[in-house]
């Protein structure tokens, strides 16, 4: 006997694949409103790249800082630091130096402590042209003399210090207070800077020189600088530290109690020999 089907004249419906069912009511499911995956997580090179990064941008505020002080500012392990600073090191973007102890110290060697080098320096700021900016000085230097030289850097941050003075206009007469408003002022014309306040007055640091190549060659344009803190603080300030000698950061102190002022009144006192 033949079977309903074939009487009816149809051909039997073939039987659905095992399984392709539930994938057809999955896919029906995925409409275009329903949520996406989530984007991939940053794979370790990269991850490892913005931390990298971090600690560049943290020794570029601080100047100088251990394993330690960076592991906790960031979060990070001892361990995990160390990684990073290795790799910095291998990389050529950090140098490693015994920290600078005043006064008594204790037992023990000091801790080492990071700073970048020039190569990651040039890359966190504008060093272009610096190679022709020091033919010029050298060429200025040869036929006019030293006299020359602190006159072409004396004309090079008068346009600095009247930005600032504009920025600093209602910061009033008290030298700490105009220190803290320079900071700023200097900040926005791209050196990072911040001041503080410490026991024999206060302090401006620089965490970023922008012509810190030249200036290694040609004090005088740190001079210039110095001179122009000076007078937009209003009081005899001293220069302890620069980073075109080699220090990680360009540190002034300004006393608490403004003197008379004659001229330019600027000390510069070295404190890493």
């Not at 008594?104 to 000091?110: K, L």
């Not at 060659?217 to 220069?239: K, M, N």
């Not at 608490?256 to 070295?270: E, F, I, K, L, Y």
Request: glycine residues 10%.
């Amino acid at each position: 006997m033949k079977n309903a089907a074939a009487l009816s004249g149809h051909p039997p419906a073939a039987a659905p694949a095992v399984g392709v069912g539930a994938r057809s009511r999955r896919a029906v499911r995925r409409g275009p409103d329903a949520p996406h995956r989530s984007a991939p997580a940053p794979t370790p090179a990269a991850a490892d790249l913005s931390t990298r990064d971090r600690v560049t941008r943290l020794l570029l505020e601080q100047g100088a800082a251990t394993a330690g002080q960076l592991g906790s500012a960031l979060g990070l392990s001892p361990a995990a630091i160390r990684r990073h600073l290795d790799a910095m090191l291998a990389d050529g973007d950090v140098v490693a130096r015994e920290q600078t102890v005043r006064g008594s110290r204790g037992r023990g060697r000091p801790a080492k402590v990071f700073l970048l080098t020039d190569a990651a320096r040039g890359r966190c700021g504008t060093h272009h042209y610096d190679n022709m900016a020091t033919a010029a000085l050298r060429w200025i230097a040869r036929n006019g003399g030293p006299d020359a030289v602190e006159a072409f850097a004396a004309d090079q941050v008068a346009a600095l210090e009247a930005r600032c003075r504009a920025a600093m206009e209602d910061a009033g007469d008290d030298p700490l207070a105009r220190s803290e408003a320079l900071a700023g002022a200097l900040t926005a014309e791209g050196y990072a800077a911040n001041a503080s306040t410490i026991a024999s007055g206060g302090q401006l640091c620089q965490h970023h020189c922008p012509v810190a190549h030249v200036a290694a060659e040609f004090p005088q344009l740190c001079e210039a600088e110095t001179a122009v803190i000076s007078r937009l603080v209003g009081t005899h300030v001293q220069r302890l530290a620069t980073i075109a000698h080699g220090d990680g950061v360009c540190t002034t102190h300004i006393p608490t109690q403004p003197r008379a002022q004659s001229g330019n009144t600027v000390t510069t006192v070295r404190t890493d020999r």
